[in-house]
């Protein structure tokens, strides 16, 4: 900041402005360097006769380059043509540059507005040997910055590898806690702040599952709802989208290493990556959790797929697509009448021409009611789930009881091996044996077989197939709900419900081919999520018998593996 002098010049006297710099807060806290400088360089200026008229304080800010408000506010009013001084007084060199050819470019421009750059502890001057000096002095300077810098970063790097925090404002839900002192300096370590921790866990369950009333949640609606429903950051702030995105890909969460020094603070350079140190921070989010948050942000990015397919408001699009030349079918429209008419229409006959491909155009209505109603009509009765997932209910019940035995020999292996550990300590307490090399080697050997079959067991309890869990009972509910949602939900959410369902609906001339996966339909009915979280699958493998059935509003038949309904 800059103050005015109160005294009044001689018309002869130059006129000085006092220039003062600390390079960090904490000198600046401490009042220690920036009074001395002020007192020095106004009994300079006195000696000179010159009269201080102007003062910018610049506290907290390096010198190795020009951003700084202060110093560049001081430079505009000395190239101004009505500039209130002749002088810029500094203590030294250092605190105008600490980069010896800006430094002296930022000079000779300044002489040439007639303004003179003084150090009161340093020659100065136009002689050659005061500019040589001057020079070798600013080179000098800006070498002792590098290397203060150069140590300062190793001696941070250092703290780091030894698993301390080094002051950055750490990633919501952390906060910082002292570790341990040594001397003066405090080591400071990360640890979980329950409430923020509480709204980062939140984050992820609405952009991987949504709140229970809608499903899964874009990056916007994420930050919409948290804003809605009154959550907010550190400093009392609403969220934004790119702190909520910065949020759902910040890998520490999930893994509990917080890379350090990833990239360079004032350049933003990315550092080499082997010299990277990742500090020990507590996990909030399980892996999994994170894991299908970033499958679901890949597919949902607008390089891999249009913002458009994601969140718009069409039913159908990036679902269906043209079955000649395999374009997706685009939203079209027109106007007659003072009536609109929303219409599919083949993208690459619509962008590239009938040479491309001849082209198909429908009412959009249309396509989507005879998407939902043969979805709804053919599929999603108890009786066809159960026949499509005949052969995989079928499979997993053969499988049954090999995991029922397998599960069973683990239980009590753990159960004979926990009591062998049981008896081994009862012996120590009760004097029969004495705890030496060899018994805690046995000890220790029981333990870890003791953890490989609990890690067996946990495993086969959370990899019980989703077929296995399969019942007539909930087949029912699932496919009520189901077609509850699509019939009476809004277009988000029958585009959700729709994605679990099928892979693709093929739009040709004489019949529109719904393809969707067995396996996507069985994970859906017994409440898994799938690797791209809940969204479309790849495999044809639906609907293999050949019976015909026949509904009120089309005419459907089957071939193979795709079922076909019939456009009219």
Request: one cysteine or more; proline letters at 5%.
């Amino acid at each position: 900041m800059a103050f005015q002098s109160s005294s009044t010049p001689a018309p002869s006297a130059k006129r000085a402005a006092l220039y003062l710099r600390v390079s960090t807060g904490r000198q600046a806290a401490g009042d220690v360097s920036l009074p001395s400088q002020r007192d020095l360089n106004r009994r300079y200026c006195e000696a000179q006769g010159w009269v201080v008229v102007d003062e910018f304080f610049e506290p907290g800010a390096s010198a190795t380059d020009d951003r700084r408000p202060v110093f560049q506010r001081m430079l505009e009013e000395a190239r101004s043509p009505t500039r209130r001084f002749d002088v810029i007084c500094i203590h030294s060199f250092s605190r105008f540059y600490r980069n010896g050819a800006e430094m002296e470019l930022t000079i000779r421009n300044l002489r040439k507005h007639g303004v003179e750059v003084v150090s009161t502890t340093q020659p100065t001057g136009t002689d050659p040997s005061q500019e040589l000096m001057r020079q070798i002095i600013g080179v000098f300077d800006e070498y002792t910055s590098r290397e203060n810098g150069k140590n300062v970063s190793r001696s941070m790097r250092e703290s780091a590898k030894q698993g301390f925090w080094n002051g950055a404002t750490p990633p919501l839900g952390y906060r910082i806690v002292e570790a341990e002192r040594r001397g003066a300096k405090i080591k400071k370590k990360l640890e979980v702040d329950p409430v923020n921790a509480e709204t980062v866990r939140l984050m992820f369950s609405l952009y991987a599952n949504g709140d229970g009333i809608s499903g899964p949640m874009g990056v916007k609606g994420t930050t919409v709802w948290l804003n809605e429903h009154g959550y907010r950051t550190r400093k009392g702030a609403t969220f934004g989208v790119g702190p909520v995105h910065g949020i759902l890909t910040n890998r520490c969460y999930a893994t509990g290493k917080w890379p350090y020094g990833v990239r360079s603070s004032r350049t933003r350079e990315l550092h080499d990556p082997s010299t990277i140190v990742e500090i020990d921070v507590p996990v909030i989010i399980p892996l999994d959790l994170f894991e299908r948050v970033q499958a679901r942000l890949a597919q949902n990015n607008p390089r891999v797929t249009p913002p458009r397919v994601v969140n718009g408001p069409t039913l159908l699009t990036g679902i269906a697509i043209c079955a000649t030349c395999k374009a997706g079918m685009t939203r079209t429209g027109t106007t007659r009448q003072g009536r609109s008419y929303s219409y599919y229409s083949c993208a690459g006959c619509h962008q590239k021409g009938r040479q491309h491909c001849k082209g198909r155009h429908l009412p959009m209505a249309k396509l989507d009611t005879m998407v939902l109603e043969g979805v709804a009509d053919r599929v999603l009765v108890p009786h066809r789930v159960e026949q499509i997932l005949g052969n995989l209910i079928e499979r997993a019940a053969a499988k049954d009881h090999a995991i029922a035995a397998r599960r069973q020999k683990l239980e009590i292996e753990v159960d004979t091996i926990r009591t062998r550990i049981s008896r081994l300590y009862q012996a120590i307490e009760a004097g029969v044996v004495e705890l030496d090399d060899e018994l805690k080697q046995r000890l220790t050997r029981l333990k870890d077989e003791r953890d490989l079959a609990l890690a067996s067991l946990g495993q086969i309890t959370a990899n019980i197939t989703a077929r296995a869990a399969i019942t007539p009972e909930k087949i029912a509910a699932f496919t009520g709900l189901i077609r509850e949602k699509l019939q009476n939900g809004d277009t988000r959410a029958r585009k959700d419900w729709l994605g679990t369902l099928i892979s693709r609906v093929e739009v040709d001339d004489n019949a529109i081919r719904i393809i969707g996966s067995k396996t996507m339909l069985a994970a859906t009915l017994s409440g898994q999520n799938t690797p791209q979280g809940n969204v479309r699958g790849f495999v044809r493998k639906w609907c293999t018998s050949p019976e015909k059935l026949r509904t009120n509003y089309s005419r459907f038949s089957e071939s193979g593996t795709m079922f076909f309904v019939p456009r009219v």
